[in-house]
């Protein structure tokens, strides 16, 4: 009988171990030549696709970089352009402005080269404004205009009348003398406005009314009396030399000429109701505050008037008004002081204590707020450093 067959030895467990662990190895041995073998062609398959993404963005960002620094040197170059352009504006308006002053001192030459003529008891003097005519026998007077400047005696001050004033507004003047500032009032509202001018010493009046009808000059009308705190007549102080006459007495009996009995009014009397004036001038030699006192309606009615007044220390000693309380009394009616610089006509602010250091200067007095200090202060830039 045939020898049965032999069953297969169990495998021990040390080694089905290691036969696991050599499967273990096999498999990762295979993973890895797996991966070897893929790795080509899967990194081939990733740069076929995404090496085109790739070089777009990198042309964008170039792209981008050339814009920025394109761009970078273009705000240069405008920058550049701005500053030249900035320079030669400033460049211009310096010409302009030479320009400018080369034509009022053409215009001034013009004027003053003609003659100072001789009619009948006057001599008439050519301005910019016009023929001013001055008594004959007043030779100090005539010197210092055939002396001065095309503008007159106080070009600066003629320069804030006409830039506060535009043609069909109204003015007053107060203390009109030979007209100096009344023909510059007359121009500055032109024929469409109107100019009423008062001057209390009667001797003033013929030559006064000759320079108007010379120059043409219907819109001023001229009143023969004194403006002051009320109606009625006063006591005038006739000064020796034109321009110092005044209400008050005068220093020494030796500048008083003589002594006259005026009419006199309240300017809220002489001025029609209802009637806006724009720009008031006052010299009367002390009596402004007078001039003041009866111009409450006036004032009230005209909102947007600004005044021209002339402040000596010396004339308020006489009247017996202190700097403070002369200014005070202005602020009352809302009115801010400049100083008016001459001979160029710039703006300061003022304040009481400079003014005490000087013999005369004349005072700009503003409202807040008002058309002629806009069209002052800020269009036309004349106020500085104050003082």
Not at 30 to 37: D, L, S
Not at 149 to 173: H, N, S, W, Y
Request: overall charge positive.
């Amino acid at each position: 009988m045939a020898e049965a067959a032999k069953e297969p030895a169990p495998i021990s467990g040390l080694a089905a171990t290691r036969l696991k662990a050599r499967g273990s190895r096999l498999r990762e041995m295979a993973a890895g030549m797996m991966k070897r073998i893929l790795k080509g062609p899967l990194v081939r398959i990733r740069s076929f696709f995404v090496a085109p993404v790739t070089t777009r963005l990198d042309a964008i960002q170039g792209s981008a970089l050339q814009q920025q620094r394109f761009q970078s040197q273009a705000a240069d170059r405008l920058t550049a352009l701005e500053d030249r352009l900035g320079r030669a504006h400033e460049r211009m308006d310096v010409l302009h402005e030479n320009i400018g002053f080369l034509h009022r001192k053409a215009d001034e030459s013009a004027v003053k080269s003609r003659p100072v003529v001789h009619l009948r008891d006057a001599y008439a003097v050519p301005l910019s404004d016009g023929y001013l005519f001055i008594p004959e026998e007043e030779e100090a007077l005539l010197l210092m205009y055939a002396g001065a400047g095309a503008g007159g005696l106080e070009p600066g001050t003629r320069t804030i009348l006409q830039a506060a004033l535009k043609p069909g507004d109204f003015a007053v003047d107060v203390g009109a003398s030979v007209g100096l500032h009344t023909i510059a009032l007359a121009r500055a509202v032109g024929p469409s406005g109107a100019v009423e001018a008062f001057e209390a010493e009667p001797r003033l009046a013929p030559y006064l009314e000759r320079t108007l009808r010379v120059n043409g000059m219907a819109q001023v009308h001229l009143h023969n009396l004194a403006i002051g705190a009320r109606n009625g007549t006063a006591s005038f102080n006739v000064a020796r030399t034109i321009g110092h006459s005044s209400l008050y007495a005068l220093d020494g009996p030796n500048s008083v000429r003589e002594q006259l009995s005026v009419r006199m009014k309240r300017l809220d009397n002489a001025v029609a109701a209802k009637s806006r004036v724009d720009l008031m001038k006052i010299d009367v030699e002390g009596a402004e505050l007078d001039v003041l006192h009866g111009a409450g309606r006036v004032l009230t009615e005209s909102p947007g008037c600004a005044i021209v007044a002339e402040c000596g220390p010396s004339h308020l000693r006489r009247t017996g008004h202190t700097l403070e309380g002369w200014f005070a009394e202005f602020a009352g009616f809302g009115f801010e002081p400049y100083a008016i610089g001459e001979p160029d006509g710039m703006l300061r602010r003022l304040v009481p204590r400079w003014a005490a250091t000087q013999h005369s200067v004349n005072v700009l007095f503003l409202r807040p707020g008002s058309a002629i200090e806009d069209r002052l202060l800020r269009q036309l830039k004349l106020l500085r450093d104050p003082l």
